[in-house]
């Protein structure tokens, strides 16, 4: 596969450079809201949702800082796109469902904080992908993340019940099972060529 | 300091040092863990992200303490995210200006400084609420841990990885570098094995202090 064919752009986002495993991005709320099953599928699509949206607008500003000459602003617009794009979804979720609202507490307002969006956007501009490229590249990165986050929760509902030494449990442990798979993940490395 | 300012609660140590130890923002409060592990590979590369974040952390905190009365509540967010990508931008060009191989080791990491949320954390909690002197001294002190933790992280990554300190060789040429070290794996790794030595030093002084009171 060509390296910036469409299939090989979704996979490269999706499994082999994962942005939580493989690149160290949105570690925040991957450690934040990891712990349950139940929050961690509604987060993982409200970040897919705001990458979709920051791709776009991001390529968009990107297109008109470039035409006007003024790419120092790029990281100050991208930061206000998101933060809109954040906030949209929250108040959708807070209208739709007032439950999970709740769930998601304080980690729904800080996807704005979240590298990974921010991240995604600046990895698009820098490998000056097109527009359908950025859109699959957003896509494969919020599944990613999706996988990643469903992953590691699953494994931490079985932790809850496996006899941890007292001073390694919490955060420690849940490192250490992040490095476990973010291990398994590099066996990705490769794939498509 | 000014004298305005004798009405305030006097400026103790631990203003400087509870972001060296005891609030430790990597390895108690484990925020800014992005970057933590992302460019810890080696010693230099955090301890030049350590420095960038620490002076986007004192710019932020001195321009946000002056106008943390002009800034309607509201939108102090906001606020607080553009002047931190203010001075992101500027570090951003002068990592770039002084050194390119590290621009590119560093790569898009330097701008995601501005997502760094031990920055945002200090801004909402401190910086917004006492005055100059205060959250210059708790920035720096802040920015000092951080940056420790991270030469933390990538010594003994870097150690590991290639059997180096700060690109000295430790080991000589027979050294079996450990190549998982270096890989993503291995800043999970050697994060859980900090986590565990400051939970294990923490209960050490609480049981000390209980034995003590007792």
Avoid at chain 1, 45 to 55: C, D, G, I, K, T
Avoid at chain 1, 107 to 124: D, E, R, V
Avoid at chain 2, 107 to 125: K, S
Wanted: with cysteine; glycine share 10%; charged share 10%.
């Amino acid at each position: 596969m060509a390296h910036d064919s469409l299939p090989f752009i979704f996979l490269d986002a999706f499994l082999i450079n994962n942005l939580v495993l493989a690149l160290f991005l949105g570690l925040c709320p991957f450690m934040g809201v990891s712990s349950k099953l139940k929050t961690a599928i509604p987060m993982g699509a409200a970040v897919m949702f705001v990458m979709l949206v920051a791709s776009t607008c991001a390529y968009g500003i990107n297109a008109l800082l470039v035409r006007f000459d003024i790419e120092y602003l790029r990281l100050i617009s991208y930061i206000a796109v998101i933060a809109s794009a954040v906030q949209l979804v929250e108040m959708t979720v807070k209208k739709f469902s007032p439950t999970l609202f709740r769930m998601l507490g304080i980690f729904l307002p800080l996807i704005t904080t979240n590298c990974a969006i921010l991240g995604m956007a600046l990895f698009q501009t820098f490998r000056d992908y097109s527009f359908s490229q950025s859109i699959t590249y957003s896509v494969g990165s919020g599944a990613g993340f999706s996988l990643a986050l469903i992953l590691m929760a699953g494994m931490r509902e079985k932790l809850d019940l496996a006899d941890v030494p007292g001073i390694s449990s919490g955060a420690a442990a849940a490192f250490m099972l992040a490095g476990l798979l973010s291990l398994a993940f590099m066996g990705f490395a490769g794939l498509g060529g | 300091m000014s004298a305005t300012s004798s009405k305030d609660k006097p400026m103790t140590a631990t203003t400087f040092t509870e972001g060296l130890w005891k609030e430790n923002p990597v390895f108690v409060m484990l925020l800014g863990l992005c970057p933590a592990l992302a460019v810890s590979n080696t010693a230099v590369n955090a301890l030049a992200m350590g420095v960038a974040s620490t002076f986007v952390l004192l710019g932020s905190s001195l321009l946000i303490s002056l106008l943390r009365n002009l800034i309607p509540k509201q939108v102090r967010i906001a606020s607080y995210i553009i002047i931190i990508a203010t001075f992101v931008t500027a570090v951003d060009y002068i990592i770039h200006a002084l050194s390119l191989e590290l621009y590119n080791a560093l790569g898009a990491f330097i701008q995601l400084i501005v997502v760094n949320c031990a920055i945002l954390g200090r801004a909402e909690a401190y910086a917004s609420k006492h005055k100059v002197g205060h959250a210059l001294v708790n920035g720096f002190g802040m920015g000092l841990g951080f940056t420790l933790a991270l030469v933390l992280v990538g010594g003994v990554r870097e150690i590991l990885g290639f059997g180096t300190l700060f690109g000295v060789s430790l080991f000589g040429a027979q050294f079996q570098p450990w190549a998982v070290f270096i890989l993503p794996p291995g800043g999970f790794f050697v994060l859980s094995f900090w986590l565990v030595v400051f939970a294990a030093v923490r209960r050490n002084r609480e049981r000390k202090e209980a034995a003590h009171g007792a």
